[in-house]
């Protein structure tokens, strides 16, 4: 994998705004092109970069504004990381992870040539897919464990099977059994 570059896995043609682009506009082009951020471009230039966050952000911020009223380049960050074509893609993938970003525009001699996203690399380099699938998995779980201790903290379920009488009724949480009101005023 290291011979193979980001060159080779890059989005060739990426979805590009001018620097003058309202926030509306912006958002309704993500839509369109279903992409979750823009590449502010000026005579090739890669001048900034507008991502779904930035729009969420300025959407908070400046709620009584206008987003129509709001240029891109105004809330783009001033610093861009970027990435050169010849980078091999593992140490794409390095640096995704280290900036915690999922694109990166790739620049060679100051000019946009196109975009490396996770998605490039994960349809380049499919084996990954279980790493991550097992991360989700992994987290899923984690969350299932803790709706759990939850539930056995709560001392009132909705509706249930008394473990004391059986009957279905409203329980309640007494010594840790499930029990319902009748069985709960015959202790």
């Known amino acids: 994998m290291n ?27 993500m839509v369109r092109k279903r992409v979750g951020s823009l590449l502010i471009v ?15 952000w300025a959407l908070v911020k400046k709620s009584k504004a206008d987003l129509s009223g709001i240029k891109a380049i105004h809330i783009s960050p001033k610093k861009i990381a970027t ?3 010849t980078i ?17 525009p790739v620049i ?7 975009i490396v996203t996770m998605k490039d690399i994960l349809n380049f ?9 097992e991360f989700a998995q992994i987290k899923e779980q984690a969350g299932k464990l803790k709706r759990i201790k939850k ?17 279905q009724d409203i329980l309640q949480r007494i010594n840790g059994m499930l ?4 069985c709960k005023n015959s202790m």
């Open 3 to 29: 011979n193979i570059l980001v060159v080779d896995v890059m989005t060739r043609k990426p979805v590009t705004i001018k620097p003058e682009t309202n926030l509306l506009e912006c958002a309704k082009t």
């Open 42 to 56: 000026d005579k090739k230039k890669l001048v900034g970069f507008v991502a779904r966050r930035d729009i969420l």
């Open 83 to 85: 990435i050169k074509p």
């Open 88 to 104: 091999s893609v593992n140490n794409a993938i390095k640096r995704m992870k280290k900036l915690k970003f999922k694109a990166l």
């Open 108 to 114: 060679q001699e100051g000019e946009l040539l196109g």
């Open 125 to 133: 380099h499919p084996e990954l897919y279980p790493e991550l699938n």
């Open 151 to 167: 539930a056995k903290d709560r001392n009132f379920m909705h509706e249930g099977i008394c473990e004391e009488c059986g009957d």
């Open 179 to 182: 029990i319902c009101e009748s």
